[in-house]
């Protein structure tokens, strides 16, 4: 069973970067996707981005495209969430799951994603 760790989350400026990392153990991504959802105070969770692991192509959603960057390092078999130019709005709890979908359409479905990680807190300052 695959299990996910995040970490790297914490408090940080407006403006200002933070990268997240998603550690998978006791399975590899293989030809999985990996996706970064965000649940934010009183709202419903959301999909940020999506990396499909065999041949890295990336997804995002619009509210993050420019200031986000997806990645993975197939070696590690853990995967990056890169965010600069952060602003309020993206204060949440980040998530990161796998799903053994290939099709693109799939990614922003939670319930296409069969892994998740425990989350860890993002929290941006004025």
């Known amino acids: 069973q695959v299990q996910l760790v995040e970490s790297g989350g914490g408090l940080v400026q407006a403006g200002g970067s933070l990268r997240l990392s998603c550690a998978a153990s006791?399975?590899?991504?293989?030809?999985?996707?990996m996706g970064w959802f965000r649940q934010a105070p009183g709202k419903e969770r959301e999909f940020v981005t999506a990396?499909?692991?065999?041949?890295?192509?990336?997804y995002y959603a619009d509210s993050v495209k420019g200031r986000f960057t997806i990645s993975r390092d197939n070696a590690k078999n853990t995967g990056y969430l890169q965010m600069s130019s952060l602003e309020r709005e993206d204060t949440a709890v980040y998530y990161c799951?796998?799903?053994?979908?290939?099709?693109?359409?799939?990614?922003?479905?939670?319930?296409?994603?069969?892994?998740w990680g425990q989350g860890t807190q993002v929290t941006v300052s004025s």
């Open positions: 799951a796998s799903t053994p979908y290939s099709r693109a359409s799939d990614y922003p479905k939670e319930r296409e994603y069969d892994y």
């Open positions: 006791g399975g590899t991504f293989g030809g999985y996707a």
């Open positions: 990396i499909r692991w065999s041949d890295g192509r990336t």
